[in-house]
């Protein structure tokens, strides 16, 4: 059975640092599969903010994270990582990881992703 789950959310000031974490179960990030980070802030519709291949480590980046967020894995953890940078209030969300396995063809939009973990909370505010 697969099951991912979030950790690390939390309360930072604008441009800090923040590393979320994606742990997976029931399949390994070597396989031919996909991790998406989304997120959801308060009144908006969930978003995309990056994706990672496993067979390929191919990343995705939505334009609001390039360059500030990086997508990485471990696979001895089998763990995939958000690390952020230099944050923005407008970054303040709850954050999902969603895994699919084999990689979607449109691994950009959420509905292709059948697992989901539930959310950890990131607040960007002085």
């Known amino acids: 059975q697969v099951q991912v789950g979030e950790s690390g959310g939390g309360l930072v000031q604008p441009g800090g640092s923040l590393r979320l974490s994606c742990e997976v179960s029931?399949?390994?990030?070597?396989?031919?599969?996909?991790i998406g980070w989304f997120r959801q802030g308060p009144g908006q519709e969930r978003e995309v903010v990056g994706c990672?291949?496993?067979?390929?480590?191919?990343?995705y980046y939505a334009d609001s994270a390039k360059g500030r967020f990086t997508i990485f894995k471990d696979n001895t953890k089998n763990t995939v990582y958000l690390q952020m940078t230099r944050l923005k209030y407008e970054d303040t969300a709850v954050y999902y990881c969603?895994?699919?396995?084999?990689?979607?063809?449109?691994?950009?939009?959420?509905?292709?992703?059948?697992?989901w973990g539930q959310g950890t909370q990131v607040t960007v505010s002085s």
């Open positions: 990672i291949s496993f067979a390929e480590i191919m990343t």
């Open positions: 969603a895994s699919e396995d084999p990689q979607p063809t449109a691994w950009r939009h959420e509905a292709e992703y059948t697992f």
């Open positions: 029931g399949f390994t990030l070597d396989d031919d599969g996909a």
